[in-house]
């Protein structure tokens, strides 16, 4: 009895052991870099699913397409509503900084300030997205970014052959300096995997290569996509859409809330139209609302309508 019961354990135990083998052999054909994601799922209580995305359903909290500078860790990020603040003039006396602050996780890009427009845009920043080329504004300002901020988890986006780890990466190196110097700054950057996935999605959107059609992808760009990962639901504030600057509700305010000068639409018009060099602002904005009639994503400050 207690002898049959044992072996009864122990068949029970190899049938798990060889199904265990087996969806190892599976998800390492179909999917070696999701491994330890489902992993992770096993280790979780209640498993939570992106309520949003129809090709992509799996559980949230790492992002293997950005890694810790220091630790060489991948990203751990799991917000509810998250709040991305544009760096636009739109936000200028906008009054909504209360209200931000109350999301789960708030997105900034670059380095947009805080300090002094506080009213506007609110104060906690949990996530800034930089672009290579905004990081030595960072730089500028270490103490304020990497010791007052230090619980800003910092995403750099780039091309490789600026943030190359093999000590040819300009702003790869500027990164790991900056980690040297402050130990406690969460710095991530992403990987030539992932950035190569977001060049895939903007031809998948457009039709075009961006490559090949001459243009940058911008921090928006980016920071929509990660957040789309992270997020449950998201609310963006202060980006105008594809039509705005044709508009009749059309207000004149600057490229920044935080610069004076440059105007926002001819801005855009530059960049849409230059033949190399520039930011598909517009073609983005199209791209967005598309993916806010899939995803939890509304805009505000000006609201979009998204039928
Ligand atoms: C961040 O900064 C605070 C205050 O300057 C400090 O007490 C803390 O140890 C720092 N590190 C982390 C990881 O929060
Ligand atoms: C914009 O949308 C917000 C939230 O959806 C709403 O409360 C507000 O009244 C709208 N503003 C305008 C000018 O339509
Ligand atoms: C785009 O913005 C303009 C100006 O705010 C507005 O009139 C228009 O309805 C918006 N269109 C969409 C599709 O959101």
Redesign the pocket.
């Known amino acids: 009895m207690v002898e049959s019961r044992h072996l009864g354990t122990q068949r029970k135990s190899i049938i798990a052991i060889s199904l265990a083998a087996l969806l190892f052999v599976i998800v390492r054909l179909t999917n070696e870099v999701n491994f330890l994601l489902i992993l992770n799922c096993f280790e979780q209580t209640g498993v939570k699913w992106m309520p949003f995305s129809d090709k992509q359903r799996r559980p949230l909290r790492t992002h293997y397409g950005y890694i810790n500078v220091k630790t060489q860790e991948p990203l751990q990020l799991d917000c509810d509503i998250c709040a991305i603040i544009s760096n636009s003039g739109q936000m200028a006396g906008q009054k909504v900084g209360i209200e931000i602050d109350q999301s789960s996780c708030i997105w900034r890009m670059n380095n947009a300030p805080t300090k002094g427009y506080e009213v506007d845009v609110g104060k906690k920043t949990t996530i800034r997205v930089v672009s290579h080329t905004s990081v030595p504004l960072l730089l500028k300002n270490p103490d304020y970014f990497f ?2 901020t ?2 800003t988890v910092y995403v750099i986006w780039g091309p490789f052959r600026n943030m190359r780890k093999d000590g040819n990466g300009i702003v790869y190196n500027m990164l790991k300096k900056a980690v040297d110097s402050y130990p ?1 700054a ?1 710095i991530y950057v992403t990987t030539e995997k992932r950035m190569n996935y977001c060049d895939g999605v903007f031809k998948e959107e457009t039709g075009k290569d961006r490559v090949q059609s001459g243009s940058y992808l911008s921090t928006g760009w980016f920071t929509l996509i990660l957040a789309m990962d992270a997020c449950y639901g998201i609310h963006v504030y202060g980006m105008i859409n594809d039509t705005y600057c044709k508009s009749e509700a059309f207000r004149k305010v600057p490229y920044h809330y935080y610069e004076p000068g440059r105007d926002e639409c001819d801005e855009y018009f530059l960049h849409e139209n230059a033949p190399y060099g520039g930011h598909r602002f517009i073609t983005e904005k199209k791209v967005f609302a598309k993916w806010a009639k899939k995803h939890t994503i509304i805009f505000t400050h000006p609201n979009w309508t998204l039928s």
């Open positions: 010791k007052e230090n619980s406690d969460k």
